[in-house]
């Protein structure tokens, strides 16, 4: 069956470092993979789509990468800061439509 | 712009009474419409989605429907409510013939009691 992992254990960073978050997929051939932040009681946002033909996207402060082969998206924040503490989801294409990960709770501290 | 309404933003309902949760989507024409729930500490779960009026797929078999009466308005309902269906329900949508990024809404707050 089609399965969408990410961490499920917080990941506890300091102001200032790059948070790296990962996305791995089995049985899935998607043509793009997105990532969406979360905040508590709120919809989640969309963030990046990246293609299965572009390794690497960037938006600022976030750069996505997508492997293909290892199957396997990683998600960065370089300068990290305690705004970017949230829940972020990745997601992928099913058969028509869209499939979320359960999120990595990400938690920047000063 | 394209902006996404949903209400109530929380509701407190008995086990055994009706639900609707409406959705609307402005700034745009003919979108694809979705309904999700997340439970808590769980992903999100797809419940419903449409590609036009009147057009609605379900994802899982449940207590729920949902209806699509309008181009731009969603509904999400049920004659009796049980306790598991609690949850934060979202609405969301995405641009005709694509399934590219999703918008949501902010999303209802049901507890069933």
């Known amino acids: 069956s089609q399965k969408i992992e990410q961490n499920s254990e917080a990941l506890n960073i300091q102001e200032g470092k790059t948070a790296t978050l990962t996305c791995n997929y089995t049985?899935?051939?998607?043509?793009?993979l997105q990532w969406y932040r979360q905040d508590p009681g709120r919809g989640p946002v969309f963030l990046l789509l990246?293609?299965?033909?572009?390794k690497e996207k960037r938006k600022e402060r976030l750069k996505v990468t997508f492997d293909t082969t290892l199957k396997q998206s990683l998600f960065h924040i370089t300068a990290s800061q305690p705004a970017d503490s949230a829940t972020y989801l990745c997601a992928l294409r099913g058969y028509s439509t869209l499939t979320f990960g359960k999120g990595t709770m990400l938690l920047v501290s000063p | 712009s394209q902006t996404i309404h949903q209400w109530p933003a929380t509701l407190v309902q008995p086990v055994g009474s009706p639900l609707s949760l409406e959705c609307t989507v402005e700034g745009t024409s003919n979108p694809n419409l979705y309904w999700y729930r997340q439970a808590a500490g769980r992903g999100l779960q797809l419940l419903f989605y449409s590609v036009g009026i009147g057009q609605i797929s379900s994802e899982v078999p449940q207590n729920l429907s949902a209806s699509r009466p309008q181009d731009r308005q969603f509904i999400l309902s049920s004659k009796k409510l049980l306790l598991s269906d609690s949850g934060f329900y979202l609405c969301?949508?995405?641009?005709?013939?694509?399934?590219?990024?999703?918008?949501f809404g902010p999303g209802t707050r049901l507890t069933v009691t």
């Open positions: 049985n899935y051939s998607p043509a793009y």
């Open positions: 969301a949508w995405s641009a005709t013939g694509r399934s590219y990024e999703q918008y």
């Open positions: 990246i293609r299965e033909n572009e």
